[in-house]
């Protein structure tokens, strides 16, 4: 039996090993995994402050398509605009965040023997009318990315604001909320995935 990669399990667990755990286990069972209130209340306060802070500052860029040398800017793909995280430098909040992140591969790797050595990870910004058209993460020479992970930092998101991620199944298709705290999994070789255009700021 195949899996269905829209067949979405909306979990509560509070124990953080168990957390990491569950989301393992979904993940190996239909290819991705919604967890709302991934991040508390708290937290997610935390995490949308720093980003709040880095966006301000101008630092934030266009992010492009395409991999090393190939990389470019399309906005006719995709537009949004990016701030990668460098793990030596972190903050205390990122600090906390990787912390949560390592949880999760090693239960990824412990339940599923992905072999993950390292998470890289972004802030990401969608402006009014941003988007990014259907793709896959992994790129088509480079076997790198294996599981993808979203961690919504919206405040108050409504349905008008847009934004949703659209996660494809063939002729079938799943739209996920972008609501704050809640993180979606998938693997990054099987899921294609869109953002649906934005009618607000989307983070």
Same mark, same amino acid.
């Given at each position: 039996?195949?899996?269905?990669?829209?067949?979405?399990?909306?979990?509560?667990?509070?124990?953080?090993?168990?957390?990491? @755990?569950? %989301?393992?286990?979904?993940?190996? @069972?239909? /290819?991705?995994?919604?967890?709302?209130?991934?991040?508390?209340?708290?937290?997610?306060?935390?995490?949308?402050?720093?980003? +709040?802070?880095?966006?301000?500052?101008?630092?934030?860029?266009?992010?492009?398509?395409?991999? #090393? @040398? #190939?990389?470019?800017?399309?906005?006719?793909?995709?537009? +949004?605009? %990016?701030?990668?995280?460098?793990? %030596?430098?972190?903050?205390?909040?990122?600090?906390? *965040?990787? @912390?949560?992140? +390592?949880? *999760?591969?090693?239960? *990824?790797?412990?339940?599923?023997?992905? #072999?993950?050595?390292?998470?890289? /990870?972004?802030?990401?910004?969608?402006?009014?009318? =941003?988007?990014?058209?259907?793709?896959? $993460?992994?790129?088509?020479?480079?076997?790198?990315? %294996?599981?993808?992970?979203?961690?919504?930092?919206?405040?108050?998101?409504?349905?008008?604001? =847009?934004?949703?991620? !659209?996660?494809? $199944?063939?002729?079938?298709?799943? $739209?996920? $909320?972008?609501?704050?705290?809640?993180?979606?999994?998938?693997?990054? !070789?099987?899921?294609?995935?869109?953002? *649906?255009?934005?009618?607000?700021?989307?983070?």
């Amino acid at each position: 039996m195949s899996k269905s990669k829209v067949c979405v399990t909306y979990a509560f667990v509070y124990n953080p090993w168990m957390i990491a @755990k569950t %989301i393992a286990a979904q993940l190996g @069972k239909t /290819g991705v995994c919604v967890w709302p209130n991934y991040l508390s209340k708290d937290f997610l306060r935390k995490i949308r402050r720093d980003l +709040d802070q880095i966006h301000h500052s101008g630092v934030f860029e266009p992010a492009g398509t395409g991999q #090393g @040398k #190939g990389n470019d800017i399309h906005a006719e793909i995709r537009r +949004d605009e %990016i701030h990668w995280l460098d793990r %030596i430098d972190a903050n205390a909040a990122q600090t906390q *965040l990787w @912390k949560k992140l +390592d949880a *999760l591969k090693q239960a *990824l790797n412990r339940n599923l023997f992905l #072999g993950i050595s390292s998470f890289e /990870g972004h802030y990401a910004a969608f402006a009014k009318g =941003g988007f990014y058209h259907r793709h896959l $993460d992994s790129f088509r020479n480079d076997d790198a990315r %294996i599981v993808s992970l979203v961690l919504y930092l919206n405040k108050n998101w409504q349905a008008a604001d =847009g934004g949703r991620l !659209r996660i494809h $199944d063939n002729d079938s298709h799943i $739209d996920i $909320d972008p609501v704050g705290g809640t993180m979606v999994c998938f693997m990054s !070789r099987e899921s294609e995935h869109e953002v *649906l255009e934005s009618h607000a700021n989307r983070f």
